[in-house]
């Protein structure tokens, strides 16, 4: 039996520590993107982990406009595109959708960056990677106070993400479709979105008319990078009706399995502390970086990767 450990720890104080796991699912997808996993933990390249949708109050709140209005200022500043728009407290998915339709157009696809993303300085690629993670993070955070505004827990959404710089990518076999499902129980670790754009299930979520139909992307590639995702979505039936008359629009079919839609699951949370969804978020919302990744087959480890520093954007 394999599965992964992540060791968390508090920003500053690292020596504060507490740690999950996760047994892997039994099916040959985990077992590739657990063989590329491992090879991430063995390599050199840096490791960036962000935590989503964890942060209150209006300090984060505060954090979170700043700093994607200091990316939009560093990008206008190397005077080669102009953003207009900045961020505000009234924030909008419209707002959130624009933004990151910005960020396409700079970043061009992952195996073909623009001119712009090839001839940028360090700040500004900085910057223009900062668009992505600042917006979603924003809607992250602006969905889970709406939840809490409302009192409904139940749908506070958070995840742990874990990127890896230079990684190597595996393409996805048509076989692995089926493995795909729009259902996420509390605590599963999916594999990453490890390419420029969004999938049809994000397009549909948040209504997005500003994207390019190139930027519309099926999950391809697997990198051994994750999502943990601190949340239950079960899809209501009007929601896959809805879903359904979106798709169908486009000329396509919900059932068709190409599409690839929501999560890729490979690991099940081990949960086995007793503790709430609400007791995690505010674990998480304290211990909000990683100090370790471990990769454990059979419950002995075989590879352990330390992360020496924050190594948040």
Not at 168 to 194: C, M, Q, T, W
Request: charged share 25%; with cysteine.
């Amino acid at each position: 039996m394999q599965s992964i450990e992540i060791e968390f720890c508090h920003p500053i104080k690292r020596e504060e520590t507490f740690k999950l796991s996760w047994t892997l699912i039994d099916n040959d997808a985990s077992f590739l993107w657990f063989k590329l996993f491992c090879k991430n933990l063995k390599s050199r390249n840096k490791f960036f982990t962000r935590f989503s949708g964890f942060g209150e109050g209006e300090d984060h709140l505060d954090y979170l406009i700043t700093s994607l209005n200091n990316c939009i200022d560093i990008i206008n500043r190397d005077g080669r595109y102009l953003i207009k728009e900045r961020a505000r407290k009234n924030f909008t998915q419209e707002f959130a959708n624009i933004i990151h339709h910005h960020f396409e157009i700079l970043s061009g696809d992952s195996d073909n960056p623009t001119e712009f993303t090839v001839n940028c300085s360090l700040e500004v690629l900085n910057a223009m990677n900062g668009l992505n993670y600042f917006i979603h993070d924003l809607v992250a955070f602006s969905r889970n106070q709406n939840c809490n505004a409302k009192g409904d827990l139940s749908s506070v959404f958070s995840s742990v993400v874990v990127e890896v710089k230079y990684c190597k990518r595996f393409i996805i076999p048509e076989s692995f479709n089926n493995y795909f499902s729009l259902n996420i129980e509390f605590g599963d670790l999916v594999a990453h979105y490890s390419q420029i754009g969004k999938t049809w299930l994000e397009v549909f979520q948040e209504n997005d008319i500003e994207i390019l139909q190139d930027a519309i992307r099926p999950l391809y590639a697997f990198s051994g990078e994750l999502d943990v995702m601190f949340g239950e979505f079960i899809p209501s039936q009007e929601f896959n009706n809805n879903l359904k008359r979106f798709l169908e629009r486009r000329k396509l079919d919900i059932n068709n399995k190409s599409l690839r839609l929501g999560f890729l699951p490979i690991a099940k949370f081990d949960r086995n502390n007793g503790l709430s969804d609400n007791e995690y978020h505010k674990l998480l919302s304290y211990f909000n970086d990683i100090k370790s990744l471990n990769a454990i087959n059979d419950g002995k480890l075989i590879v352990e990767k330390k992360l020496e520093n924050s190594t948040k954007i």
